[in-house]
């Protein structure tokens, strides 16, 4: 009892339910390491129970927790004072340091029941309005006077009569995340399966840019959803998956369009030949992509951008272009010193940072700051490309919006980064050692799941006012029209998994989601940007609901909408939720055409994927489809027929306008026809997962140019453009 007591203190679940109406308990060796990896020693019956009695009092004796959350009313109307402010003793100081720099003090007023005392000399008077209450909120919200406040993360002291005082960050949140305007569609699309005729070997931020303007005038898109373009790990070869990035704080350079660099104009002449030869087997790296089959190749393409772009660091800047640069410098500070450092480490000792000499694991030691004055222009260099990688994401950004689009580019956020890069070396403390973010075993993987990311620290952050999870959400919200969150789910609890054991034996870890969603819509609304969760799969109950009162729209995908309290036939249209992005399908699961066809059934047979017979598989997978097709045709939504391959892809994307979904995701692939899925989860070297480019039905690679040609993309699109679906559904 004393370990399970223990762990609850601390947010640590000692059991999981797998599938609906079984518990299995968590081992207790699993709880003792995941409380270690808090700093709780809870191994020996005497260590917990000193654990539990130090944990007990100071939770006896807290005035405040580390991070406090005030909603702000609907349109601004009367906040949500929470119970921690509340409950707080009559006659308390409070004293509040805004982000501005300016104060503000005031005394608590008693809790419900007690009299009023007056206010001291010189505290500020609440409002009128404020001061009849905020009646009940989110989290149990009691009514409470209070004075304005403005929007932000700001400092809080508080003096209790009986000498207690405390210090937290004070979250004012607005009430709800941004929403889009109206009912809207766009593409979804990896960025760097979209490769032009200016592409070096991939799609990069010059192709996002052509294609956010093209499908917004031309087809009337409001948005273009790309993969997280987050810094990868450098190395030979580096790892492909834009899921496990070094740094989800800052962009990775390989995505730069060399050309658009301004620099690239004023290259002498020596340096110019040496470009138009480095341009040259760019073009070599394109067309073996396009016109002979090979895989796309991140590593040949940055080793051909990183000379050039070495070639234009030593390339003066104008003093309008040094000033900007000073400017992001400033703004980023310490953030990108510590991202830049690790890069420039990385170059000579290698990308984990783990093996390197002990003092320069030490983002703050006396040896490490000798490093970074002796390797000041490297560190300069990547403090440029990331500059360099901010203006033209920027860049795309406009193009988006000059071209009509409502939304704009929907920017992807990774669930966690890589153990040896560089967000996990130089925010140390914030990361849980030794653990690793995984999912648990359901009906669908009876192993589990094991990402091999490092968790965030519950503890740390709240501590710290949730100042890196902040400054994460700052830097990639600043060029997005929106913000797709990967296993949004981990905004309450994650899975983890102690190193050395399995994923079936790992812990979920209560995360303050109402500070995580607190800290999220704020900066959403600060950036004026949508907010997407990645909701698929086993959700916890009320997660859903706190995720749409906050405006965070979900994710629905058409294979996976059925009823499944009820007969669990294909859900109708109608009853499909409105906070939604309706899409037919995502990077890890197959392309249209390959579940109309039962192609990516064949494909994971060959793979070796499959747990049952294949026959068994294949008329499971026969009935589903049957079922959905049935479904369109009863609709009217399939006028080709049950046989038209490329009328089934139009009749699914019919059935999407036929829900509320606010927004409508397009597979870019499915435009094609495209049979490969970008992502097979459960492979790594069996198949070419995040390598291959956009192509058509019988796999050939298909240009940014040849798609907006297409005659079978604008047969799709017209769906859309020509609207066809009922009144009632029709995008705005």
Known sequence: MGLARLAELHGVATTFSPTKGVTVAVPDATVVAVLAALGIDASTPEAVSAALERAERAAAERLLPSTVVVWRGPDGGRPEIPPALTGLPAGTTLRLTMESGQELAWTAPPPPGHPTPKPPPGAARPSASRARGAGPGAGGARTAPWPQLPLGAHRLEAQAPNGRSARATLVVAPDHAPAPGGRSHGFLVQLYSLLSARSWGMGDLGDLAELASWSGRSLGASFVQVNPLHSGVPGAPADPSPYRPSSRR?????????????????????????????????????????????????????????????????????????????????????????????????????????????????????????????????????????????????????????????????????????????????????????????????????????????????????????????????????????????????????????????????????????????????????????????????????????????????????????????????????????????????HDLPSTAARLTGGHVELRHRLGLLARPLEEERIEDTADVTEWLGLLGDLGLLPEGAGDEEGGIRAVYRYLLRTPARMIGIWLPDTVGDRRPQNLPGTWDQYPNWRLPVSDTEGRPTSLEELAASPRLHRLLEVFTARTAPPDARPS
């Not at 390197?356 to 030490?362: C, E, G, S, V, Y």
């Not at 929907?410 to 040896?420: E, F, I, K, M, Y």
């Open 250 to 586: 800052f962009p990775d350079p390989v995505h730069l369009r060399i050309e658009d660099v301004p620099e690239y104009a004023y290259a002498d002449p020596a340096a110019r030949q040496r470009l138009e030869e480095l341009r040259g087997k760019a073009a070599e790296l394109r067309e073996s992509v396009l016109d002979k089959g090979a895989l796309i190749d991140r590593d040949a393409v940055w080793e051909l951008k990183r000379e050039a772009l070495e070639i234009l660091h030593r390339v003066p800047l104008g003093p309008g272009r040094h000033a900007a640069y000073c400017a992001f410098l400033a703004e980023q500070g310490q953030a990108l010193e510590d991202h830049a450092t690790w890069c420039a480490l990385a170059e000579v000792h290698g990308s984990a940072w783990h093996d390197w000499p002990t003092a320069l694991r030490d983002p703050r030691s006396p040896q490490t700051a000798a490093a970074r004055t002796e390797l000041t222009d490297r560190i300069d260099f990547h403090s440029r490309l990331v500059w360099l990688t901010d203006e033209q994401l920027a860049a795309a950004g406009r193009a988006a919006r000059e071209a009509g689009m409502e939304v704009g580019i929907v920017h992807d956020l990774a669930v966690g980064v890589h153990p040896g890069g560089a967000d996990a070396w130089a925010q140390q403390d914030a990361f849980a050692a030794g653990m690793s973010v995984g999912a648990p075993p359901d009906a669908f993987n009876a192993h589990g799941q094991d990402w091999g990311l490092p968790p965030w620290r519950p503890d740390t952050l709240a501590a710290s006012g949730y100042a890196p999870y902040r400054g994460l959400l700052r830097g990639i919200l600043r060029n997005a029209g929106a913000l797709r969150i990967d296993h949004v789910m981990g905004l309450f609890r994650l899975w983890w998994v102690p190193a050395g054991s399995p994923p079936t034996e790992g812990a979920y870890v209560r995360y303050d989601a109402e500070a995580m969603l607190a800290v999220l819509v704020l900066e959403a609304h600060r950036a004026d940007a949508v907010v997407i969760g990645e909701d698929l799969g086993t959700v916890e109950p009320g997660v859903r609901e706190a995720l749409s009162r906050r405006g965070v729209l979900g994710t629905s995908v058409l294979w996976f909408e059925r009823d499944w309290n009820g007969d669990g036939r294909p859900l109708p249209p109608a009853k499909w939720r409105e906070g939604c992005v309706a899409t037919a399908t995502t």
